[in-house]
């Protein structure tokens, strides 16, 4: 079954702490939402199924649509609806990052910034620092604990959010945390730099190929998809075209291999999972602008695009922002 109590923790940064091998270990961070309510986010620093290193990414410029769905700064925690367009993160579906960027990391080793305790502390300590940082803790809720101390930071009532990370295609006893839409993650904002954070993190024994209502771990999946290696990709959108409505959208593919690609029975799918079917042949080094109707939708306040094989697996996806969809006749291109 999924989590039991998915959502988002709104708050400022007070303090944290690390912790050594000996321990869980996690790295904790002490939050307090507008009303004083304290929490505590146990971000994992280390896997308990081999490989026990686990895998980050941090985005020092983080742009997605699903930075205007959160709630209110230091609102506190949000229950979040496990689908699309909740304001739920999904790695596989979201299309968040690359997940080939990602790159493992030991847990906490001697010296400086050479391990996941060094890289969250670095972040983390930036907002303790300033009082106008807004931090925003994906996961799963434990508590209130009325009659229970928090045994980290010591407040009452115990109280506070885990699973900080990727939570489907889970392996052994960890399947039963599956489900989609539901992944943690760590965002935040710096006012004064007009400048987000994102931290996302995966464990090496879960797989990127995952059931689209379960979130398990599907038979034969391959490894994490990204890092340019798609034979096709989504090279460019014309999401707001000039002229009155009703607007006609275009997207660009790329084949990027070196050999023609069928694509029969291939959809491209919106941030919904409406779907608009593709067919013929892809060229080797050939683009394809392929129009859109009303089967599928690019919204001018931001979304997700992705691109599906004949099996319904992922082949590559991308998000724009608002702003870049605000540019009137304005095709986006992305990386």
Same mark, same amino acid.
């Given at each position: 079954?999924?989590?039991?109590?998915?959502?988002?923790?709104?708050?400022?940064?007070?303090?944290?702490?690390?912790?050594?091998?000996?321990?869980?270990?996690?790295?904790?961070?002490?939050?307090?939402?507008?009303?004083?309510? +304290?929490?505590?986010?146990?971000?994992?620093?280390?896997?308990?199924?081999?490989?026990?290193?686990?895998?980050?990414?941090?985005?020092?410029?983080?742009?997605?649509?699903?930075?205007?769905?959160?709630?209110?700064?230091?609102?506190?925690?949000?229950?979040l609806t496990s689908a699309a367009g909740?304001?739920?993160?999904?790695?596989?579906?979201?299309?968040?990052?690359?997940?080939?960027?990602?790159?493992?990391?030991?847990?906490?080793?001697?010296?400086?910034?050479?391990?996941?305790?060094?890289?969250?502390?670095?972040?983390?300590?930036?907002?303790?620092?300033?009082?106008?940082? +807004?931090?925003?803790?994906?996961?799963?809720?434990?508590?209130?604990? +009325?009659?229970?101390?928090?045994?980290?930071?010591?407040?009452?009532?115990? #109280?506070?959010?885990?699973?900080?990370?990727?939570?489907?295609?889970?392996?052994?006893?960890?399947?039963?945390?599956?489900?989609?839409?539901?992944?943690?993650?760590?965002?935040?904002?710096?006012?004064?730099?007009?400048?987000?954070?994102?931290?996302?993190?995966?464990?090496?024994?879960?797989?990127?190929?995952?059931?689209?209502?379960?979130?398990?771990?599907?038979?034969?999946?391959?490894?994490?998809?990204?890092?340019?290696?798609?034979?096709?990709?989504?090279?460019?959108?014309?999401?707001?075209?000039?002229?009155?409505?009703?607007?006609?959208?275009?997207?660009?593919?790329? #084949?990027?291999?070196?050999?023609?690609?069928?694509?029969?029975?291939?959809?491209?799918?919106?941030?919904?999972?409406?779907?608009?079917?593709?067919?013929?042949?892809?060229?080797?080094?050939?683009?394809?602008?392929?129009?859109?109707?009303?089967?599928?939708?690019?919204? #001018?306040?931001?979304?997700?695009?992705?691109?599906?094989?004949?099996?319904?697996?992922?082949?590559?996806?991308?998000?724009?922002?608002?702003?870049?969809? +605000?540019?009137?006749?304005?095709?986006?291109?992305?990386?």
């Amino acid at each position: 079954m999924p989590l039991r109590s998915y959502g988002v923790l709104a708050g400022r940064a007070i303090d944290r702490r690390r912790e050594g091998a000996a321990n869980t270990p996690h790295y904790q961070i002490h939050l307090v939402d507008d009303a004083g309510t +304290a929490y505590r986010a146990a971000v994992n620093v280390l896997s308990q199924q081999a490989p026990s290193e686990l895998l980050y990414l941090a985005d020092d410029d983080f742009r997605h649509p699903v930075l205007d769905q959160l709630p209110a700064a230091g609102s506190g925690w949000t229950a979040l609806t496990s689908a699309a367009g909740s304001g739920a993160l999904d790695f596989v579906r979201g299309n968040l990052f690359d997940p080939a960027a990602m790159r493992p990391l030991p847990p906490d080793l001697p010296g400086d910034d050479n391990d996941l305790a060094d890289l969250l502390d670095h972040y983390v300590r930036r907002a303790v620092n300033d009082e106008s940082a +807004a931090v925003y803790v994906f996961g799963e809720r434990w508590g209130p604990e +009325a009659a229970t101390r928090d045994k980290v930071f010591g407040f009452l009532p115990g #109280n506070g959010v885990h699973d900080v990370h990727m939570n489907q295609g889970n392996s052994g006893r960890f399947q039963a945390d599956d489900g989609v839409w539901q992944d943690g993650a760590l965002l935040i904002h710096l006012p004064d730099q007009a400048r987000w954070i994102g931290v996302f993190l995966a464990f090496q024994s879960q797989s990127w190929r995952t059931d689209d209502v379960t979130g398990h771990a599907l038979d034969g999946a391959p490894p994490r998809p990204g890092g340019g290696e798609e034979p096709v990709r989504i090279l460019a959108a014309l999401v707001n075209p000039a002229g009155p409505a009703p607007e006609r959208e275009r997207v660009i593919l790329l #084949n990027a291999s070196p050999a023609p690609i069928g694509l029969d029975g291939w959809r491209l799918a919106d941030g919904q999972r409406r779907t608009l079917a593709l067919s013929g042949t892809l060229d080797a080094g050939a683009t394809l602008s392929v129009a859109l109707d009303e089967r599928i939708v690019l919204g #001018n306040r931001g979304g997700t695009l992705s691109l599906l094989d004949a099996a319904g697996l992922k082949v590559h996806g991308v998000g724009y922002t608002a702003a870049q969809a +605000a540019r009137e006749g304005w095709t986006i291109t992305f990386p």
